[in-house]
């Protein structure tokens, strides 16, 4: 969107009444065909506008999109959206943010889509995804850390997710280890964290985070569950995704004055892991034993039969019972 465009739609906005052609290219400078040419553009964005003869503009309602304007107009972040690429398809929005990240793009740049084509999930697995009823997105980070250090991203943004969600639906979700967000035992959202490194040094950091927001039924894949599923109401997906820039925001900034001790006394507050017996599958070993903590790098520690402690650092896990 360009500035004039924002600047018809600030004008819009902040006159909630009908407003006439006169009164914008007054205020804006413009001719009042050029306003004209905005409205319609902001129109072909997506924004209901009424144009009415003699009394002129009035913004009905605004797109259900996550657009970048909407997203980060007054936004209280330094960093996180900051810049933000929007499209409605991308394969994954994953492979834009390297592809971003390896220009030099700034970290806190964030690349949204409405829907992607070849979504992925950890292990490989596909992720779902439903136009306009989700959110999708990731983000570019340049930490200064070793990458043994990256694993803690993923419970830094689980950390977020929950936080956001409660703040805007008052839903309190669980975490279960490594990165699900869950809701009534079902998944709600999940992080992938992926890593651009060498042996001593991260060059870059992607997150990418998928929440099911308002997803209807029929638009779930068992076992997964939406906002809309539980509460039976449409959430503003602008609202959760700004709350989630500035909660990831202030968790990153945290993270490099002081460390991860926080994220960590907060990511064990909204587990439902530790404490449980739990089944850990990965590649080509099984193991069973009490999710007894995590340590100060996200693993977890697993507490096995033989009384001995084995540090996790990945696979899959279900609960015992
Ligand atoms: C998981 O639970 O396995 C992680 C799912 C991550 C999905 C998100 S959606 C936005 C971003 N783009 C992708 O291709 N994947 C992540």
Known sequence: ????????????????????????SHYLSISRSAIWKHIQELRDSGYTIEAIPHLGYRLLKLPDKLLPYELTHNLATKLMGKKVYYFETVTSTMDIAHNLAKQNEPEGTVVVAESQTKARGRLKRKWFCWRYKGIYFSFILRPQIHPNEAFIFNLLSSVAVVEAIKEITDIQTELKWPNDIILNGKKLAGILTEIEAE???????????????NNNSQQLIEPAISLYEYKKEIIDRLDLMRSLLIKIEEYYLLFKQKGAGFILDRWRMYTSTLGRMVKIIQDKRVLIGLAQDVDEEGNLLLRKETGLIERINAGDLFYCR
């Not at 018809?8 to 407003?19: A, S």
């Not at 042996?199 to 927001?213: A, L, Q, S, T, Y």
């Open 1 to 24: 969107m360009d500035k004039i465009t924002e600047k018809v739609l600030f004008f819009l906005k902040k006159n909630p009444g009908y407003v006439s052609g006169e009164q914008m």
């Open 199 to 213: 042996m001593e040094k991260v060059h870059f950091i992607i997150i990418g985070i998928g929440i099911n927001v």
